[in-house]
Nanobody, 119 residues
Framework: QVQLVESGGGLVQAGGSLRLSCAAS????????MGWYNQAPGNQRELVAV???????NYADSVKGRFTISRDNAKNTVYLQMNSLKPEDTAVYYC?????????????WGQGTQVTVSS
């Protein structure tokens, strides 16, 4: 399977910025869609943003205009630039990668990184 390693979370004041990174060790697999999801206490995990290998993106309405997802296909790495952060953005952020190869198709999750936005 594909292993994901995330970095970049932390504590920031409202209005500040953070950049999350997620590197996928894909070995024999091709990573297709990569994305970020978040989960606040008591809530379900929700989509934040996804990006295809061709660069097509989709964002949750709550982050449009503030967050930007990008990826480096050569490095199998996805980034989430988060600007104008709000306290309601506070959550654990999880990286996700959809992969395929050798007749298999699957999805992997990162371990999660905490993002805390203080008011």
């Amino acid at each position: 399977q594909v292993q994901l390693v995330e970095s970049g979370g932390g504590l920031v004041q409202a209005g500040g910025s953070l950049r999350l990174s997620c590197a996928a060790s894909a070995s024999i697999f091709k990573v297709t869609v990569m994305g970020w999801y978040n989960q606040a206490p008591g809530n379900q995990r929700e989509l934040v943003a996804v990006i295809s290998s061709g660069g097509m993106t989709n964002y949750a309405d709550s982050v449009k205009g503030r967050f930007t997802i990008s990826r480096d296909n050569a490095k199998n790495t996805v980034y989430l630039q988060m600007n104008s952060l709000k306290p309601e953005d506070t959550a654990v952020y999880y990286c996700n990668a959809v992969y395929e190869g050798r007749g298999e198709r699957g999805s992997s999750w990162g371990q999660g990184t905490q993002v805390t936005v203080s008011s």
